[in-house]
Nanobody, 123 residues
């Protein structure tokens, strides 16, 4: 069992930066692939970034490549999403997820989810 709690969201102007954090509880955190998804109002939830269990592999949605960086600290049972050059279209609720099945960008492959943190980017 893994419980996830996101933090770090907020209101930022376009071009600004935010760092999201996801704190995990449970002794098996290091065995899970971790990901960030987001959902904007009226839109489906979409994959943003994934990191493998040891941080050796990362995957990003095309529109965030070069602007967002996912990282993890297994000693702290935490995963992060550093976001730079934010755009209004990045506005969404961001969710942290843990799982090990299926394709890395498919939400069905993630068993555990946080409650989400709101990111709002003003133009």
């Amino acid at each position: 069992q893994v419980q996830l709690v996101e933090s770090g969201g907020g209101l930022v102007q376009a071009g600004g930066s935010l760092r999201l954090s996801c704190a995990a509880s449970g002794r098996t955190f290091e065995s899970y692939r971790m990901a960030w998804f987001r959902q904007a109002p009226g839109k489906e939830r979409e994959h943003v970034a994934t990191i493998s269990w040891n941080g050796g592999n990362t995957y990003y949605k095309d529109s965030v490549k070069g602007r967002f960086t996912i990282s993890r600290d297994n000693a702290k049972s935490a995963v992060y999403l550093q976001m730079h050059s934010l755009k209004p279209e990045d506005t969404a609720i961001y969710y942290c997820a843990a799982g090990n099945k299926g394709y890395y960008s498919a939400s069905a492959g993630y068993r555990y989810w946080g409650q989400g943190t709101q990111v709002t980017v003003s133009s």
